[in-house]
């Protein structure tokens, strides 16, 4: 089955909103093994959109709108589609009463253009909207179902999870497109690919045929995994094993399987372990403690954060000797060392880490260049210090610095020597 998804909504069409509806959706159709062939978007023009549509009727099994269902007058995708499909536009008095309803229960009285959120095309399924007001409609036009859902991503997302538990899927049958993520840190991209393509390349021809992507992000590669099986339990065997041969291959740099983030399996490994954690950051600024704490939950081991951008506060907030700054410079392992330990000392934390580095684009030096980010991990009396040469803008070197860091600790506490 191919698929047409129109994002309507003008906003789209300049630099400051971005199409993410599609994203959400797209995943859903491909678990479905519904290939997503074209994405459009359009703006609120109502000839414009019978445009789209009635191209798209042409060769598409489902056609997914997201957007323009409001009560304003730009909302115009209900008119849109019952012009092509050629079906009258009929108010359903149900629909009202439970947008009178919905908006009495919260204080306001139904305005007159409300109304039109209740205009169905004859023939439609009404597709209920627990989150808001405007329902979402199915149709179907020979071959082809049209679904349309509200704009707003938090309302049309449970929507079109309804449609596709109930209407998309019984029709789909059980095969369809399963991923898996392979994350892996402290390798270059050419490394990675110079492993894995050997074990990959073979995929291709498999009687479960699995496509390799390869993704580098900022302080990370994801090897994206996509396999085309007839039963979700032939798609995972497949999938099991291959990302089994991948972990062979590029051993404790993989770092997650699962989807779970950086932060995540870190908290994760805390957490079962029963540590806390301080952190003391200069470079960084914070963001290793937010990425930290962006984690629910993670109160049950983050002990605290200490931003120390100043000497004078790694001297007064850390302990760092003076003399120590002033003959190695803020950015050295001696400081990042002390940085760490100072702060697990006032924290009373198993472990603490120290981040001291030159994000840039000025500070460098022909020693020191920009890019050159000290990290130092100490889990109780085991303290590992190593300085990395990081590249990008300032805020690619912050990122990388925090994911070096989470990456230093993640590997001490998952060394097979370690008792921990
Ligand atoms: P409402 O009943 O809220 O008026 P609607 O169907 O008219 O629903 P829109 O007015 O088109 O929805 O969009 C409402 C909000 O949803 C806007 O903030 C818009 O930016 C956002 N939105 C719309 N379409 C998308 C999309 N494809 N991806 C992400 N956000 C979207
Ligand atoms: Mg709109």
């Known amino acids: ?31 479905l093994g519904i ?3 074209m994405k459009v978007i359009v703006g609120d023009d109502r000839e414009e959109m019978a445009g789209v549509v009635r191209a798209a009727l042409d ?71 627990p989150r808001g007001t405007a329902p979402g409609l ?9 679904i349309l859902l509200p704009g707003p991503p938090r309302e049309m997302t449970p929507m079109f999870e309804a449609i596709v538990r109930e209407r998309l899927a019984p029709r789909a049958g059980e095969g369809g497109l399963f991923r898996r993520v392979v994350k892996i840190a402290g390798r270059t991209e050419s490394d990675v690919d110079a ?16 496509a390799t992507t390869i993704l580098a992000a900022a302080g990370q590669i994801e090897l994206h995994l996509s396999a085309r099986a007839a039963t979700r339990a032939e798609g995972d065997r497949a999938l099991d094993a291959a990302v089994a041969a991948l972990v062979g291959e590029l051993g404790p740099s993989v770092f997650s399987v699962d989807g779970r983030q950086m932060e995540e399996v870190v908290g994760d490994l805390l957490r079962t372990k029963g540590l806390q954690v301080a952190v003391a950051e200069s470079c960084t600024g914070g963001l290793l403690a937010s990425r ?13 954060g200490v931003v120390c951008y100043s000497n004078r506060a790694k001297v007064e907030l850390l302990g760092v000797p003076e003399q120590v700054l002033a003959a190695h410079g ?55 210090v190593r300085t990395f040469t990081l ?30």
């Open 195 to 210: 492993r894995a393509e050997p074990i990959y390349r073979h995929w291709r021809d498999q009687a479960v045929p699995i």
């Open 35 to 37: 290939d997503v062939r």
């Open 138 to 146: 199915w149709l179907e036009h020979g071959r082809t179902s049209l």
């Open 292 to 304: 930290l704490t962006d984690v629910p939950g993670s109160s049950a081991y983050v002990e605290r």
């Open 59 to 129: 060769w598409a099994d489902v056609i997914v709108l997201t957007g323009g269902l409001g009560p304003t007058a730009d909302d115009l995708t209900r008119e849109a589609v019952a012009e092509v499909l050629g079906t009258p536009l009929e108010i359903d008095e149900a629909i009202v009463s439970r947008i009178r309803d919905r908006m009495a229960r919260a204080g306001f009285v139904m305005a007159d253009i409300n109304r039109r959120q209740a205009m169905v095309p004859r023939g439609a399924a009404v597709i209920d909207n």
């Open 330 to 384: 803020a950015v050295s392992e001696p400081v990042a060392r002390l940085m760490a330990e100072g702060v697990r000392a006032r924290a009373a934390s198993q472990v603490g880490i120290g981040i001291t580095g030159i994000a840039g684009p000025g500070g460098g030096t022909a020693e020191k260049p920009v890019g050159t980010v000290v990290v130092a991990v100490q889990v109780d009396d085991d303290v590992r």
């Open 391 to 420: 590249f990008g803008d300032r805020t690619q070197v912050k990122f990388r610095a925090t994911q070096a860091a989470l990456n230093m600790l993640r590997l001490m506490l998952t060394e097979p020597a370690a008792s921990r």
């Open 1 to 31: 089955m191919k698929a047409c998804i129109v994002a309507v909504g003008s906003e789209m069409l300049t630099p400051f909103r971005q199409d993410t509806n599609s994203l959400v959706v797209t995943e859903r159709l491909n678990q």
